[in-house]
């Protein structure tokens, strides 16, 4: 998050009032114009955690609240903000993009993995020839934002492959075989994405899925090899959510093609 944003956040949690524009610009010395562009940014950040931005004619902006659980959470995300590699970051931001359902603003990016505009801009470039393999096209629309489209199955491979890349094969495997206790690896890997997917208002059932599939081994009398049983489970849990975003459109595809079927 932009450090304006928290301080925007601060200020209004330590007073328990409405405060103007005016108000907060002043206190934060910035222009009123910088204000009303970085507030948005504060509203979905607090909805996020489940709070209310109030706003009223002529009074200003107040939250509604545990203001003290609020400020908790703020330093929480600040301690734990994810230490990523340039890789994993820009896979992470190709997952964020994926999953939105309307275009974004470079700004939201910026907030979301604390860093400038235009370093996100650097690896926007990156993504962009990633996402061709898949006949993805990132759109650019000057003033509004930006949204990747694309037929629905590349939208869902390409997050699958983004996933894969974020959590690699073996460690996925070590959990699926209930050998995780151990394995710093694993926890290394999967705490990193869950609190990634946690920050983007993102909740996947891993559980829940994982034992859907073994009951559907039971019933069909033979199991997946590790590999597949992976792919098939990370191909469940995406298409399950993007079903639930109601962006999702059956289509009938080719098992000589799809990556399922490929590692099954």
């Known amino acids: 998050m932009q450090e304006r944003i928290e301080k925007i956040i601060y200020y209004l949690c330590h007073n328990n009032r409405y405060c103007t524009a005016k108000e907060i610009a002043t206190h934060l010395k910035i222009s009123e114009r910088t204000f009303y562009r970085i507030i948005p940014y504060a509203d979905r950040w607090l909805s ?4 209310q931005l109030e706003s009223k004619t002529n009074q200003g902006y107040q939250i509604k609240g545990d203001k003290k659980e609020i400020l908790l959470k703020l330093k929480d995300e600040k301690d734990q903000h994810l230490d990523l590699t340039t890789f994993e970051r820009q ?9 939105q359902e309307d275009i974004i603003k470079i700004g939201e990016l910026a907030t979301v993995f604390y860093m400038s505009e235009t370093s996100i801009n650097n690896d926007l470039a990156q993504i962009e ?20 489209n694309g037929e629905e199955l590349a939208i869902r491979s390409c997050i699958i492959e ?45 559980e829940k899925e ?17 590999s597949g049983f992976t792919t098939l489970l ?7 959510y993007r079903i ?5 459109h059956w289509k009938p595809f080719s098992k000589e093609l799809h990556p399922v079927y490929l590692q099954l």
């Open 162 to 206: 983004a996933f894969t890349r974020l959590i690699p094969y073996d460690v996925v495997i070590h959990y699926l075989r209930g050998e995780t206790d151990d394995i710093e690896e694993y926890h290394f890997s999967i705490n990193k994405l869950n609190h990634f997917l946690e920050i983007i208002g993102i909740s996947l059932d891993w």
């Open 244 to 248: 639930q975003m109601k962006r999702s």
């Open 48 to 51: 996020r955690q489940n709070y």
């Open 91 to 99: 896979d992470m931001i190709l997952i964020y993009l994926l999953f």
């Open 210 to 226: 994982k034992q859907e599939i073994k009951n559907l081994e039971q019933k069909l009398g033979y199991y997946f090899s590790y």
């Open 234 to 240: 990370l191909y469940v849990i995406i298409t399950k």
């Open 129 to 148: 020839e990633k996402i061709t393999y898949f006949d993805l096209v990132l759109y650019r629309k000057k003033g509004s934002g930006i949204i990747i």
